[in-house]
């Protein structure tokens, strides 16, 4: 006599955890805004993947469609625009396409791009990530009824921010770098001290972007080299 077997659905998304199902990418080089960003989506009910340059979101994009693709501005092997262009005209496309840069000069040319939004640096606010997303989510994918608004912060792991660090730090030690590379040190580091709220070292990376436009970024970047290696100096977190 046959069997009749009932498996469940998949879960709806719930006021708790409004992102349940949604399957993300994260495009992003740092790795302390890469936990934030992963503390996000986990808490929101999101599963995320991270691919850290143009290059390995592509591979990833070949054999994994995600829901939402997040694509940080300044990458290691190019601009992200590259990448909102890209998948912008792709067909199909992907349900959400949304860029995010710690520079909010940034928007336009990425909403121009083909993006759907934008997220500035640093996003730890739980309430404000989810917002971001909902808004451009279907309305069939959203929660039904009311909800809670958290006031969660979400506060990376400090080992992720030692290891921006240390990547910088290499970057910087392996001589003189070429301009194309003294603007990404810069770019890179920029990113991390407004992720880590650290004013000191964002400025020292401003301060590097704007001597390389005089074509006397030697000392600027000595004084970036000096503060990433104090702070590299300081007990590793436990």
């Known amino acids: ?56 979101a592509r591979r990833h994009l070949r054999v994994y469609r995600p829901d939402a693709v997040i694509v940080d501005l300044g990458l290691p092997d190019g601009s992200g625009i590259e990448l909102i262009v890209e998948l912008a005209q792709a067909s199909p496309r992907v349900d959400m396409l949304l860029a995010i840069s710690g520079e909010p000069e940034g928007e336009g040319p990425a909403l121009a791009a083909g993006a759907d939004g934008f997220l500035a640096k640093p996003i730890a606010r739980l309430v404000e990530f989810q917002q971001a997303l909902l808004a451009h989510m279907p309305a069939e994918r959203r929660p039904g009824g009311p909800r809670p608004l958290s006031e969660e912060v979400v506060v990376p792991d400090p080992v992720a921010l030692r290891d921006d660090l240390t990547l910088a730090a290499q970057l910087i030690r392996g001589g003189w770098p070429a301009e194309c590379d003294v603007a990404y040190v810069a770019q890179f580091l920029g990113g991390v001290a407004r992720s880590a709220g650290d004013a000191r070292l964002g400025a020292a990376a401003d301060a590097l972007a704007a001597a390389r436009s005089t074509g006397a970024a030697g000392p600027a970047l000595d004084r970036l080299a000096a503060l990433v290696e104090d702070r590299l100096s300081a007990p590793a977190p436990i």
């Open 1 to 56: 006599m046959p069997v009749n077997m009932t498996f469940p659905g998949p879960r709806a998304p719930s006021a708790d955890r409004p992102l349940l199902g949604l399957t993300v990418l994260l495009v992003e080089d740092s790795r302390f805004a890469c936990e934030a960003m992963r503390l996000l989506c986990l808490r929101s009910g999101a599963r995320i993947r991270r691919a850290d340059s143009l290059h390995n």
